[in-house]
């Protein structure tokens, strides 16, 4: 059984950092693609970044230049660094994998059929 378990988030100002870690269990990790997706009060879910087998990743436009993902397959962990934060990057954070690989950009969070509970992450001005 796929499991994901996502934490680091939390409350900062403008302008500050943070990481989150997806912790990534019962799937053969390396087979899977998997990305960041958030979504804040009142909007759909939009995709952050999504990572596809042949090592390409694809962000956002929003966050292209201070958001980087990055895979620790010792530790089955999946990490977003979030730099220059901004209050419009408040929202909960979510970890999703698939067995398959879109390739084509970020999809829609449809294409994902497991997910983890989800980080908050505010920012303040």
């Known amino acids: 059984q796929v499991q994901l378990a996502e934490s680091g988030g939390g409350s900062v100002r403008a302008g500050s950092s943070l990481t989150l870690s997806c912790l990534a269990s019962?799937?053969?990790?390396?087979?899977?693609?998997m990305g960041w997706f958030r979504q804040a009060p009142g909007k759909e879910r939009e995709g952050v970044v999504v990572?596809?087998?042949?090592?390409?990743?694809t962000y956002a436009d929003s966050v292209k230049g201070r958001f980087t993902i990055s895979q620790d397959n010792a530790k089955n962990t999946l990490n977003l660094q979030m730099n220059n934060l901004k209050p419009e990057d408040t929202a909960m954070y979510y970890c999703?994998?698939?067995?398959?690989?879109?390739?084509?950009?970020?999809?829609?969070?449809?294409?994902?059929?497991?997910w983890g509970q989800g980080t908050q992450v505010t920012v303040s001005s």
């Open positions: 999703a994998a698939s067995p398959r690989c879109y390739g084509m950009g970020i999809p829609p969070p449809g294409f994902f059929g497991d």
């Open positions: 019962g799937l053969p990790y390396d087979n899977y693609c």
């Open positions: 990572s596809d087998d042949d090592g390409t990743t």
